[in-house]
Each structure stands twice: as structure tokens, then as C-alpha cells.
């Protein structure tokens, strides 16, 4: 596809279950970012893919998070024992590439998923 | 942590209209990205600033970035109900992640 993709675009699931959210990238790009957005908030950052590594986990809130990019392409955030905070919309981006002036470029944004935990 | 705060909250313009966003920032930057995002949909990137430019634009757009006052603006000309939307300043400092403020809401009125 032209763009990024997620999925699913809605996920409702109750307190304590386990989730998965997926991303599909820009095909050829390199780098893949995660992020949450509460209602009323901007983005955060949850967690910097490049290529198949982590290159930054920081924005992870706790180890009920997890992702993962095995192959360089696709991407799935896993969610372990839901919480009722952990409701929110998760956005997926990527961008061409990471080099010495990777701080110049711009990230291309899926259309998020939103997530609900009862 | 959110670094960027936009000013207004909210705001309400009629067709026609120029609208103006402002986001102040705390911590030195490399450049400082606008985007876009309509309700329940992923972010549209508008615009890149670097922190030696003072000026940019793009079609109706207009950014300025003053990095003395930690401070950008966003000017939308002859604004469109189109253009009703969230707007987001987001920065960044060397390869760090992007840090988003909390939007402007931009409700345009035909």
C-alpha cells in the first residue's frame, strides 16, 4: 500500500487480557515508531524501531509493553495483562531511513488504533 | 513528557479567515515539525523548520521559529472548513524522539 497501515483500527478488550496491534510500514522504510495518545493529549513516544533493532525503548511505560520487528518490515506492539489506562489510540509511523541527519525527516503516520480496555 | 505547548487550546474562525497557532518549547531543538490530524485519524505531516531557519513556507502555511524565545507560530491563510483539524508542534534534539505538545483544536466555519 501507499501508506502505513494498522490493525486492527478498533480493539476492545477487558481488564487483564493480552493484545497485539500491528503495523505495516511504508515499504523501504527503515525506521518505525510507536506511539500513544490519550484523549485531549498529543502523541508519546512509546518505542523507536531500526530495521529489525530497538534503538530506543524508552517511551515504554512498563514491561507490560513489548514489541517487536523481526523481520524489518511489519510490526506488532504486545500488551500484556491490560489495564483500564492503557486505553488510548496507538500510532505507528515510519520514515525512510536513520542516518547522521535522520533528525530531518519526516514521519509518515497510520491511522492509529484505538484501543479500549473495560 | 510533553515538551510543546500550543496556544490556543481551542479556536473558532469563520471561512475565509487567517489562523494563527503559537507552541512555545523548553529545550534546544534541531527542528520543529507541524502536523495535522482530523478527528479519529493519524497525524499529516505540514511542515519542517530547522532551528537556523526563521521562516517557511508551504501553500497557504506560514511557520516562523524564533529559537531566542524557545517559540513558533503557524499561520493558516484564507482558512477552508477543511482545514477544521488538531494541530501539533512537535520537536526534536539531535536523534531523540519527536515531542509532541497538545494540539490546537481549529474549528473553521463556513
Known amino acids: 500500500g501507499a501508506g502505513v497501515s494498522q490493525t486492527p483500527s478498533n480493539k476492545v478488550t477487558e481488564k487483564g487480557k493480552y493484545v497485539e496491534l500491528r503495523c505495516d510500514p511504508i515499504?523501504?522504510?527503515?525506521?518505525l515508531y510507536w506511539y500513544r495518545q490519550s484523549l485531549g493529549q498529543g502523541p508519546e513516544f512509546l518505542i523507536y524501531?531500526?530495521?529489525?533493532?530497538?534503538?530506543?525503548d524508552s517511551g515504554l511505560p512498563n514491561d507490560r509493553f513489548f514489541a517487536v520487528r523481526p523481520e524489518g518490515s511489519v510490526s506488532t506492539l504486545k500488551i500484556q495483562r491490560t489495564e483500564r489506562g492503557d486505553s488510548a489510540v496507538y500510532l505507528c509511523?515510519?520514515?525512510?531511513?536513520?542516518?547522521?541527519?535522520?533528525?530531518?525527516?519526516?514521519?509518515?503516520f497510520g491511522p492509529g488504533t484505538r484501543l479500549l480496555v473495560l | 513528557s510533553q515538551q510543546g505547548e500550543e496556544d490556543p487550546q481551542a479556536l473558532s474562525i469563520q471561512e475565509g479567515e487567517n489562523a494563527t497557532m503559537n507552541c512555545s518549547y523548553k529545550?534546544?531543538?534541531?527542528?520543529l515539525q507541524w502536523y495535522r490530524q482530523n478527528s479519529g485519524r493519524g497525524l499529516v505531516h505540514l511542515i519542517l523548520?530547522?532551528?537556523?531557519?526563521r521562516e517557511k513556507h508551504s501553500g497557504r502555511l506560514r511557520v516562523t521559529l524564533d529559537t531566542s524565545k524557545k517559540s513558533s507560530s503557524l499561520l493558516i491563510t484564507a482558512s477552508r472548513a477543511a482545514d477544521t483539524a488538531s494541530y501539533f508542534c512537535?520537536?526534536?534534539?539531535?536523534?531523540?524522539?519527536?515531542?509532541f505538545g497538545k494540539g490546537t483544536r481549529l474549528s473553521v466555519i463556513a
Open positions: 509511523a515510519s520514515s525512510p531511513r536513520t542516518s547522521g541527519r535522520s533528525y530531518q525527516e519526516t514521519q509518515y
Open positions: 515499504s523501504g522504510h527503515t525506521a
Open positions: 524501531f531500526q530495521g529489525t533493532g530497538a534503538a530506543d
Open positions: 529545550t534546544s531543538i534541531n527542528n
Open positions: 523548520i530547522r532551528s537556523n531557519e
Open positions: 512537535a520537536t526534536r534534539n539531535g536523534n531523540t524522539p519527536l515531542v
